[in-house]
C-alpha cells in the first residue's frame, strides 16, 4: 500500500469517527435540555459531569477536525 493509499484509507475512518462523536454531542445536548427540570432536582455533580461530557466530545470533535486536515494538506502535497 502507498503513502497516498494509506492517508485515504486513514481519512475514510476519520470520517465515521468525526460522524459518530457528531451523532454523541447532538444526544447529548438534546437529552441535557430536554430534561433540564429534571437536573434541577439531581445532585449538583451529575450535572456537572454531564456539561462535562459534552466539553470533552466537543473538543474530541476539534482534535479529530484538525488532524483530518493536516492529513488533507498532506495528502494534497504528495
Given at each position: 500500500?502507498?503513502?497516498?493509499?494509506?492517508?485515504?484509507?486513514n481519512?475514510?475512518?476519520?470520517?465515521?469517527?468525526?460522524?459518530?462523536?457528531?451523532?454523541?454531542?447532538?444526544?447529548?445536548?438534546?437529552?441535557?435540555?430536554?430534561?433540564?427540570?429534571?437536573?434541577?432536582?439531581?445532585?449538583?455533580?451529575?450535572?456537572?459531569?454531564?456539561?462535562?461530557?459534552?466539553?470533552?466530545?466537543?473538543?474530541?470533535?476539534?482534535?479529530?477536525?484538525?488532524?483530518?486536515t493536516?492529513?488533507?494538506?498532506?495528502?494534497?502535497?504528495?
Open positions: 500500500m502507498s503513502r497516498k493509499e494509506k492517508i485515504k484509507e481519512l475514510g475512518n476519520y470520517n465515521i469517527y468525526l460522524a459518530g462523536l457528531v451523532n454523541s454531542l447532538i444526544a447529548l445536548i438534546g437529552f441535557t435540555f430536554s430534561t433540564v427540570s429534571e437536573l434541577i432536582k439531581t445532585p449538583f455533580w451529575v450535572s456537572i459531569m454531564g456539561f462535562c461530557g459534552i466539553f470533552i466530545v466537543a473538543f474530541s470533535i476539534y482534535l479529530l477536525q484538525r488532524k483530518m493536516k492529513l488533507q494538506d498532506e495528502l494534497g502535497g504528495l
